[in-house]
């Protein structure tokens, strides 16, 4: 599957929100800021998808794809020590909220 497009972001919403209805919503009410390639790159980590096959997903480079991360840590405000992956799997589950 590739995100290239609104259309395939669209189908590919779709069939996230139905495995894992209420994520966005969390994840928007607790970080409205979050523009949609943040939305997107979370998405993808909440799949467990490595860096590369996110890359792939999103058509961008494996480079792209570390800095996308790194921002997204800054605006979710995630302290060094703790694991992006860890936080994203809790969004939804009541242990998120913005500080």
Excluded: C, Q
């Amino acid at each position: 599957m590739n995100i290239h497009t609104d259309e395939d972001w669209d189908f590919f919403k779709k069939a996230f929100d139905e495995a894992y209805p209420g994520f966005f919503g969390a994840l928007r009410y607790s970080y409205p800021e979050l523009t949609p390639a943040e939305l997107r790159l979370s998405a993808l980590i909440k799949l467990k998808l490595s860096i590369k096959e996110s890359a792939a997903v999103l058509g961008i480079s494996l480079e792209s794809v570390r800095k996308a991360r790194y921002r997204l840590r800054k605006k979710l405000m995630i302290h060094e020590e703790e694991n992006l992956e860890e936080f994203i799997e809790r969004v939804g589950t009541g242990e998120v909220a913005k500080i």
